[in-house]
């Protein structure tokens, strides 16, 4: 599976920053152009399937994620924060780089594997730091392609 097929310049969003993590959804969601990123219980429904302590503990990274009957195909968006998005539990980690991952049922296996692939890439510590000194969308989407190529989930 080719991750970079997913990816679109539009839903990569550079220089980013919200106050705390639900502030952080809402902003991604609202990049998708989702009018769900108005209602609060469509938000809690992605915030109940965040992934960020676990195995992503440490990181500095987050993927929010939901299967839905709304959406036609999967979309992903990126999110860079320099700055760092307070953790919504730790008070002095920062959540860097930030993904949503939205799928229609039809393709929950696939949002499953993606989920994992990307998880699997965010424990990789060179990876992070290519996407953190990233300066265009297309290096963030170059980054994701050169790991996919390096086939080490």
């Excluded at 730790?90 to 780089?97: A, D, E, F, L």
């Amino acid at each position: 599976m080719n991750l970079s097929l997913f990816l679109s310049h539009e839903y990569i969003i550079l220089d980013f920053n919200a106050p705390n993590h639900k502030e952080a959804l809402r902003g991604m969601v609202c990049a998708l152009g989702e009018k769900r990123c108005k209602e609060e219980e469509s938000l809690k429904t992605l915030t109940d399937h965040e992934s960020i302590d676990g195995v992503l503990s440490g990181t500095g990274s987050a993927i929010f994620h939901s299967i839905s009957e709304d959406v036609p195909d999967i979309k992903i968006v990126v999110a860079i924060s320099k700055n760092g998005i307070p953790h919504p539990t730790k008070r002095k980690q920062r959540t860097h780089i930030l993904f949503l991952i939205i799928s229609p049922i039809k393709e929950s296996g696939t949002h499953f594997q993606i989920l994992s692939r990307i998880e699997g890439f965010l424990l990789n510590r060179g990876f992070r730091h290519k996407l953190l000194s990233a300066k265009t969308k297309g290096d963030i989407i170059k980054a994701i392609s050169l790991e996919e190529n390096l086939a080490r989930d």
